[in-house]
C-alpha cells in the first residue's frame, strides 16, 4: 500500500498523504483500534464504507459491511398493559428486548404497607416512613408484573401498594399517576407511543404499545493466526456479537 504505486497516497512534506473520504476513515479507523464495529442509528453508507474497507485491505471488515442486516438499527417493541379495577391499578409491561425489561425491572420498585381498617378514614393516607419493599413479579423475562392502590386482606387489614419508577422519588399510589409517570420514564428513553387499544372491552384492559430504533449490539472480531501460516502471515478474524 505505501510502495509508490498507489495514487491515493502520496508523500507531501515527508507526510504520507491519503486522498479517500476522511468520514468514513473515523470508522476505520475505530475498527483498527478497537476491532469492533458501531456505527450511528442513522447510518446509511454501508456499501461506501464497504469500498473503502476493501481499498484499507480490511476484507474481514468489508464481508460484515456487505451483511447490513447485521448492523442496521432494529425495531424495539415495548407494550404496557393497564387495568383499573376500584381502587387497584394492575401493570403489566411486554419488551421484545429481555435488556430493556431487566433496566425497567430494576426502576420500578412497588412498596407495601398495613393497617388496621379502623385507623383509617377517608381523609386520611398511610405514612410513608415505613414501607416494605415487595418484589416484581417476572413471568417470563419479557415481561414484568406490578400493580398499586388499596385492598382489604384477611383480618380486615388494608393493605396499601404504592409504586416508585427511578429516578423519580416519589411512591405513587394512584394508577392513573403511575402510568403516567411509566410513560414519562419510557420517552426519555426513546420510545415512541404508537397505538393504544382496548384489549379486553369488559374488563377495559388498556394496552399502549411503544416502538423505538435499538442501536446494533457492537460486533467484536477475535483475531486467530492461520494454522497454516507463521510469522508475519495474515491474520484470520471471525466476528462475535457482543452482549450487553
Sequence with gaps: MLNGNDHEFRLVNGQFFVDRDGTLFNYILD????????????????????????????????????????????????????????????????????????????WVTMFTEQSLRWKWSNDTFPSLKQLTPLPLERPSHHDLVFQCGTDYSAGDQLVARYVSIKPDPRKLINGTNVLGLLVDTLLKEGFHLVSTRTVSTEEKVECYSFERLKRPEALVFHAKESQENTGGAPRKLTTVQKRK
Design 31 to 106: 475498527f483498527l483500534r478497537t476491532l469492533q464495529v458501531s456505527l450511528p442509528t442513522d447510518f446509511s453508507d454501508y456499501q461506501r464504507l464497504q469500498r473503502e474497507a476493501d481499498f484499507y485491505e480490511l476484507h474481514s471488515l468489508a464481508e460484515l459491511l456487505n451483511q447490513e442486516n447485521l448492523l442496521k438499527p432494529r425495531p424495539e417493541i415495548l407494550e404496557v398493559r393497564f387495568l383499573l379495577q376500584e381502587t387497584q391499578a394492575f401493570f403489566r409491561v411486554f419488551g421484545s428486548c429481555s435488556n430493556t425489561i431487566e433496566v425497567l425491572a430494576g
